[in-house]
Protein backbone atom coordinates (compact mmCIF):
# COMPACT_ATOMS: atom_id res chain seq x y z
CA UNK A 1 0.00 0.00 0.00
CA UNK A 2 1.38 3.55 -0.91
CA UNK A 3 -1.89 5.70 0.74
CA UNK A 4 -4.74 5.14 2.94
CA UNK A 5 -6.77 8.20 4.15
CA UNK A 6 -10.35 7.95 5.68
CA UNK A 7 -11.92 7.50 1.41
CA UNK A 8 -8.76 6.60 -0.78
CA UNK A 9 -6.65 3.60 -0.88
CA UNK A 10 -4.17 3.34 -3.58
CA UNK A 11 -2.09 -0.46 -3.54
CA UNK A 12 0.79 -0.22 -5.93
CA UNK A 13 2.14 -3.85 -6.34
CA UNK A 14 -1.06 -5.88 -6.45
CA UNK A 15 -0.43 -9.26 -6.14
CA UNK A 16 -0.21 -10.98 -9.48
CA UNK A 17 1.39 -14.22 -9.62
CA UNK A 18 -2.20 -16.37 -9.95
CA UNK A 19 -1.81 -14.92 -13.21
CA UNK A 20 1.52 -16.44 -14.08
CA UNK A 21 0.59 -15.85 -18.01
CA UNK A 22 0.90 -12.55 -17.31
CA UNK A 23 4.29 -10.19 -17.26
CA UNK A 24 2.98 -6.81 -16.15
CA UNK A 25 5.65 -4.00 -15.49
CA UNK A 26 2.71 -2.40 -12.72
CA UNK A 27 -0.54 -2.71 -11.26
CA UNK A 28 -2.36 -0.63 -9.54
CA UNK A 29 -5.81 -0.45 -7.44
CA UNK A 30 -7.35 2.67 -6.20
CA UNK A 31 -10.35 3.29 -4.25
CA UNK A 32 -12.38 6.35 -3.59
CA UNK A 33 -14.82 5.47 -0.77
CA UNK A 34 -16.69 8.77 -0.77
CA UNK A 35 -17.34 8.15 -4.47
CA UNK A 36 -18.43 4.27 -4.78
CA UNK A 37 -14.94 4.02 -6.97
CA UNK A 38 -12.87 0.96 -7.30
CA UNK A 39 -10.44 0.78 -10.19
CA UNK A 40 -7.50 -1.37 -11.35
CA UNK A 41 -5.11 0.32 -13.54
CA UNK A 42 -2.36 -2.18 -15.47
CA UNK A 43 0.36 -1.47 -17.15
CA UNK A 44 2.03 -3.90 -19.31
CA UNK A 45 5.23 -3.18 -21.06
CA UNK A 46 6.55 0.31 -21.56
CA UNK A 47 9.46 -1.04 -23.27
CA UNK A 48 8.36 0.66 -26.67
CA UNK A 49 6.91 3.89 -25.15
CA UNK A 50 4.30 4.66 -22.74
CA UNK A 51 1.61 2.46 -21.82
CA UNK A 52 -1.75 3.61 -23.65
CA UNK A 53 -5.33 1.95 -23.87
CA UNK A 54 -8.19 2.44 -22.55
CA UNK A 55 -11.01 2.25 -19.95
CA UNK A 56 -13.77 -0.24 -19.50
CA UNK A 57 -16.70 0.39 -16.85
CA UNK A 58 -18.43 -2.90 -15.87
CA UNK A 59 -20.13 -5.38 -13.41
CA UNK A 60 -17.71 -7.60 -12.28
CA UNK A 61 -18.71 -10.96 -10.36
CA UNK A 62 -15.59 -10.13 -8.23
CA UNK A 63 -12.05 -8.44 -7.86
CA UNK A 64 -10.44 -11.48 -9.34
CA UNK A 65 -12.82 -11.43 -12.47
CA UNK A 66 -11.43 -7.54 -12.94
CA UNK A 67 -7.80 -8.42 -12.39
CA UNK A 68 -7.95 -10.98 -15.07
CA UNK A 69 -9.41 -8.54 -17.28
CA UNK A 70 -7.33 -5.36 -17.24
CA UNK A 71 -4.63 -7.67 -16.92
CA UNK A 72 -5.61 -9.17 -20.68
CA UNK A 73 -7.01 -6.10 -21.79
CA UNK A 74 -3.16 -4.30 -21.39
CA UNK A 75 -1.56 -6.91 -22.77
CA UNK A 76 -3.87 -7.06 -25.87
CA UNK A 77 -3.18 -3.54 -26.03
CA UNK A 78 1.00 -3.94 -26.04
CA UNK A 79 0.25 -6.59 -28.95
CA UNK A 80 -1.69 -4.34 -30.74
CA UNK A 81 0.52 -1.52 -30.58
CA UNK A 82 3.41 -3.48 -32.01
CA UNK A 83 1.35 -4.76 -34.33
CA UNK A 84 0.46 -1.17 -35.58
CA UNK A 85 4.38 0.31 -34.97
CA UNK A 86 3.45 2.54 -32.84
CA UNK A 87 5.60 3.89 -30.60
CA UNK A 88 4.03 2.94 -27.18
CA UNK A 89 3.34 -0.08 -24.70
CA UNK A 90 0.10 -1.15 -23.39
CA UNK A 91 -1.94 -0.21 -20.63
CA UNK A 92 -5.82 -0.40 -19.46
CA UNK A 93 -7.86 0.11 -16.64
CA UNK A 94 -11.15 -0.65 -15.05
CA UNK A 95 -13.45 0.95 -12.98
CA UNK A 96 -16.12 -2.00 -10.77
CA UNK A 97 -19.39 -0.85 -11.91
CA UNK A 98 -21.19 -1.11 -8.15
CA UNK A 99 -22.49 2.03 -8.20
CA UNK A 100 -24.21 4.44 -10.83
CA UNK A 101 -21.49 6.63 -12.61
CA UNK A 102 -21.31 10.04 -11.25
CA UNK A 103 -19.41 13.14 -12.37
CA UNK A 104 -17.24 13.02 -9.22
CA UNK A 105 -16.47 9.53 -9.82
CA UNK A 106 -14.78 10.30 -13.01
CA UNK A 107 -13.33 13.31 -11.52
CA UNK A 108 -11.47 10.88 -9.07
CA UNK A 109 -10.10 8.42 -11.31
CA UNK A 110 -9.14 11.24 -13.73
CA UNK A 111 -7.08 12.96 -10.68
CA UNK A 112 -5.97 9.24 -9.75
CA UNK A 113 -4.61 8.90 -13.33
CA UNK A 114 -3.13 12.05 -13.95
CA UNK A 115 -0.91 11.18 -10.83
CA UNK A 116 0.38 8.03 -13.02
Known amino acids: MIYKDITHTIFSDIETSSHSDFNHEKVFYYEDAKVGLKSLIAVHDTTKGPGIGGCR ?12 DVLRLSKGMTEKNIAANIPFGGGKAIIFLENRKSKKMLESFANFLNLL
Open 57 to 68: YKAYRSYVEGLT
